[in-house]
């Protein structure tokens, strides 16, 4: 059974980084997409920011400038790097594999991780 690992959550006061990573639990065969959503009480979880194996990124506008992801599409893993984080930042973060291969044979499907809660405070 595959399943996504997330780490490094955390407290964190404004202005500070943090840096997010996840991966398969096990070798898989390919990921289309990875990325991070973020979801705080009450409200929808929206997207953060996404990258293809080709490259292609996306960002939400409220991070451009902030955050970088990045991928090592060998070891099937990406990082969100943020830096320069606000109050407004803070929720739980859960990667997300999209068309993720586990063997070269079998269909594509979706993949969520468990989620990590990140807080911006002083």
């Known amino acids: 059974q595959v399943r996504l690992v997330e780490s490094g959550g955390g407290l964190v006061q404004p202005g500070g980084s943090l840096t997010l990573a996840c991966r398969p639990s096990?070798?898989?065969?390919?990921?289309?997409?990875m990325g991070w959503y973020r979801q705080v009480p009450g409200k929808q979880r929206e997207l953060v920011a996404f990258k293809s194996k080709g490259g292609n990124t996306t960002y939400a506008d409220s991070v451009k400038g902030r955050f970088t992801i990045s991928r090592d599409n060998a070891k099937s893993t990406a990082s969100l790097q943020m830096n320069n984080m606000k109050p407004e930042d803070t929720g739980v973060y859960y990667c997300?594999?999209?068309?993720?291969?586990?063997?070269?044979?079998?269909?594509?499907?979706?993949?969520w991780g468990p989620g990590t809660q990140v807080t911006v405070s002083s």
């Open positions: 997300h594999a999209e068309g993720l291969l586990i063997r070269s044979a079998d269909e594509e499907h979706d993949y």
């Open positions: 096990e070798a898989i065969f390919s990921i289309f997409a």
